[in-house]
């Protein structure tokens, strides 16, 4: 491959690449040598893994030799020997036909950089650059190096030949925050779904009161770095336009004195009922206090940012995870909130507090199905919404109180599911909850009944939608069929599988 013409297209993918990264993706020299001269370390190698295997198709083209030759399979660790910190990830693949027996021992039997066992054994070879490239963490990588899932990974593969032979294939990998030039911050969070409101009558003297559970995916990943003045990529306009938005607020706020630059490297759609604006709003102020030193509170970022006037799952959410009720705010004359209105309309209000939160069961799968329909309501249609149907029945918010307190919360203690969904199904039928379904056109009750049908134990809409959401631990691919299926006959959209995240946002200083 023309390797500057890869680093382009890294640096069009992922941003800027370093002189080092840039080296240790194109260099045709030992990475051994390269990285003990950047680090001013010695260089230790651990193996993780050493098999001798049949060569399947893929691997026996990348060797030149016949399917179902023996080759050796190392999967290793570079490692910084005074440190500990693992630099490179590799994987080779090396015929044992074309090793001699001296240099198969070392392979074999040896945490020996590879470079360092050809030039023990003075074997004239030279490296043949295939390619350089950029894919996401996965759990894998992302433990071995202390990252967040799917954080860009820059990897390149190459062969050392021999004797006009591949003596060696290697796949090697390194996180694109190691080795840069700057200081960075990345921030990882996941989305929520929001059950419902539960105190929209107010004569109680509080408003709102909020259940949610936080999820692990849907995601957002953003990284942040100084500079002169606001730059946003790696997303679409309307992400782009809330995270200059909040970019712009957080700076004054915290009276930085410069600017900020933002790529978005996952996110989630607007006003689909995941919460993505709470998640990204939040992340990305966090991201600039660390960048700048500024030590706030989850609570204090929901207020520079705006967020958490309604409801405080989103702000609890990135916090901490798990299931999550909120106590809502005082109501009435004189008091923090003297009417009906959501997050949008409520600014400058503290985020509720946080009267339960509990682990939820990860073996408890929720499955998403989120029709290709208009969005929730939001902006003043949903503020209208509010305002118009608002006060609920008092009798109403007592039965929603009940079955939250004497089915929801025992079911999720006691890990029963039936009990969980049951009560996920009633309270789709009353208080706020019923009113946002009423707003939804009536293909979403039908789309819930083939979810329970198909074996969920129960289901829902969060927020204003579209989001529809089912819980169930068995039959997960029954249920998501039925909603895909449902879906392909009516208006299309998207479907898959996530679980709770039972921890808040991850953060980590590049």
Same mark, same amino acid.
């Given at each position: 491959?023309?390797?500057?013409?890869?680093?382009?297209?890294?640096?069009?993918?992922?941003?800027?690449?370093?002189?080092?990264?840039?080296?240790?993706?194109?260099?045709?020299?030992?990475?051994?040598?390269?990285?003990?001269?950047?680090?001013?370390?010695?260089?230790?190698?651990?193996?993780?893994?050493?098999?001798?295997?049949?060569?399947?198709?893929? &691997?026996?083209?990348?060797?030149?030799?016949?399917?179902?030759?023996?080759?050796?399979?190392?999967?290793?660790?570079?490692?910084? +020997?005074?440190t500990g910190g693992v630099l490179i990830y590799a994987v080779s693949?090396?015929?044992?036909?074309?090793?001699?027996?001296?240099?198969?021992?070392?392979?074999?039997?040896?945490?020996?950089?590879?470079?360092?066992?050809?030039?023990?054994?003075?074997?004239?070879?030279?490296?043949?650059?295939?390619?350089?490239?950029?894919?996401?963490?996965?759990?894998?990588?992302?433990?071995?190096?202390?990252?967040?899932?799917?954080?860009?990974?820059?990897?390149?593969?190459?062969?050392?030949?021999?004797?006009?032979?591949?003596?060696?294939?290697?796949?090697?990998?390194?996180?694109?925050?190691?080795?840069?030039?700057?200081?960075?911050?990345?921030?990882?969070?996941?989305?929520?779904?929001?059950?419902?409101?539960?105190?929209?009558?107010?004569?109680?003297?509080? &408003?709102?009161?909020?259940?949610?559970?936080?999820?692990?995916?849907?995601?957002?990943?953003?990284?942040?770095?100084?500079?002169?003045?606001?730059? &946003?990529?790696?997303?679409?306009?309307?992400?782009?336009?809330?995270?200059?938005?909040?970019?712009?607020?957080?700076?004054?706020?915290?009276? +930085?004195? /410069?600017?900020?630059?933002?790529?978005?490297?996952?996110?989630?759609?607007?006003?689909?009922?995941?919460?993505?604006?709470?998640?990204?709003?939040? +992340?990305?102020?966090?991201?600039?206090?660390?960048?700048?030193?500024?030590?706030?509170?989850?609570?204090?970022?929901?207020?520079?940012?705006?967020?958490?006037?309604?409801?405080?799952?989103?702000?609890?959410?990135?916090?901490?995870?798990?299931?999550?009720?909120?106590?809502?705010?005082?109501?009435?004359?004189?008091?923090?909130?003297?009417?009906?209105?959501?997050?949008?309309?409520?600014?400058?209000?503290?985020?509720?507090?946080?009267? !339960?939160?509990?682990?939820?069961?990860?073996?408890?799968?929720?499955?998403?199905?989120?029709?290709? !329909?208009?969005?929730?309501?939001?902006?003043?249609?949903?503020?209208?919404?509010?305002?118009?149907?608002?006060? !609920?029945?008092?009798?109403?918010?007592?039965?929603?109180?009940?079955?939250?307190?004497?089915?929801?919360?025992?079911?999720?203690?006691?890990?029963?599911?039936?009990?969980?969904?049951?009560?996920?199904?009633?309270?789709?039928?009353?208080?706020?909850?019923?009113?946002?379904?009423?707003?939804?056109?009536?293909?979403?009750?039908?789309?819930?009944?083939?979810?329970?049908?198909?074996?969920?134990?129960?289901?829902?809409?969060?927020?204003?939608?579209?989001?529809?959401?089912?819980?169930?631990?068995?039959?997960?691919?029954?249920?998501?069929?039925?909603?895909?299926?449902?879906?392909?006959?009516?208006?299309?959209?998207?479907?898959?599988?996530?679980? +709770?995240?039972?921890?808040?946002?991850? !953060?980590?200083? /590049?």
């Open positions: 491959m023309d390797i500057m013409q890869g680093l382009d297209a890294i640096e069009r993918d992922v941003g800027h690449l370093s002189p080092v990264q840039k080296i240790l993706l194109g260099t045709d020299g030992s990475v051994t040598q390269l990285l003990e001269a950047v680090t001013g370390h010695a260089i230790a190698i651990r193996t993780l893994v050493q098999e001798v295997v049949p060569a399947g198709a893929e &691997v026996a083209g990348r060797l030149n030799i016949e399917e179902g030759g023996m080759v050796n399979h190392r999967i290793v660790e570079i490692r910084d +020997a005074e693949e090396t015929p044992l036909a074309r090793l001699s027996p001296e240099f198969k021992d070392d392979l074999m039997r040896a945490d020996i950089p590879i470079g360092k066992i050809i030039s023990r054994h003075r074997i004239e070879a030279r490296r043949e650059i295939l390619n350089a490239k950029v894919a996401p963490a996965d759990d894998t990588t992302s433990t071995i190096f202390s990252i967040l899932r799917s954080e860009p990974m820059l990897s390149r593969d190459y062969r050392i030949i021999h004797r006009g032979e591949p003596l060696i294939f290697i796949t090697e990998q390194f996180p694109y925050n190691r080795f840069l030039d700057e200081r960075r911050v990345v921030v990882g969070t996941g989305s929520r779904i929001h059950l419902g409101l539960i105190e929209m009558h107010g004569g109680s003297g509080r &408003v709102d009161g909020g259940i949610g559970i936080a999820l692990n995916d849907p995601g957002i990943l953003i990284e942040a770095r100084q500079a002169d003045g606001i730059a &946003v990529s790696g997303c679409d306009g309307i992400t782009s336009g809330v995270v200059r938005n909040i970019a712009e607020g957080t700076l004054a706020g915290i009276h +930085a004195g /410069a600017g900020i630059e933002v790529r978005v490297r996952c996110s989630y759609p607007s006003h689909t009922g995941l919460g993505s604006g709470s998640q990204l709003s939040l +992340a990305t102020a966090k991201a600039i206090c660390e960048l700048y030193d500024r030590k706030m509170t989850v609570q204090e970022l929901a207020q520079l940012t705006g967020r958490g006037g309604t409801s405080g799952i989103g702000t609890a959410a990135f916090e901490s995870g798990g299931f999550i009720i909120d106590g809502g705010h005082r109501f009435g004359p004189g008091a923090e909130k003297t009417g009906f209105a959501p997050s949008s309309a409520s600014k400058g209000i503290r985020p509720a507090p946080v009267t !339960v939160r509990h682990d939820f069961p990860q073996d408890w799968k929720i499955v998403l199905a989120i029709p290709a !329909v208009d969005p929730g309501a939001s902006g003043s249609r949903e503020a209208d919404i509010f305002r118009t149907c608002c006060p !609920v029945p008092v009798d109403e918010v007592r039965t929603l109180c009940h079955e939250v307190l004497v089915k929801m919360l025992p079911a999720i203690v006691e890990h029963d599911l039936d009990l969980f969904g049951s009560s996920v199904n009633a309270i789709q039928r009353v208080g706020f909850k019923k009113v946002e379904h009423t707003f939804q056109p009536p293909e979403f009750a039908g789309l819930l009944d083939a979810m329970r049908d198909a074996g969920a134990a129960g289901a829902g809409m969060s927020s204003f939608g579209p989001a529809l959401f089912a819980f169930c631990d068995t039959g997960v691919s029954d249920v998501e069929s039925a909603a895909r299926s449902f879906m392909d006959g009516w208006c299309s959209g998207t479907t898959f599988v996530t679980t +709770a995240r039972n921890t808040g946002a991850a !953060v980590r200083v /590049a």
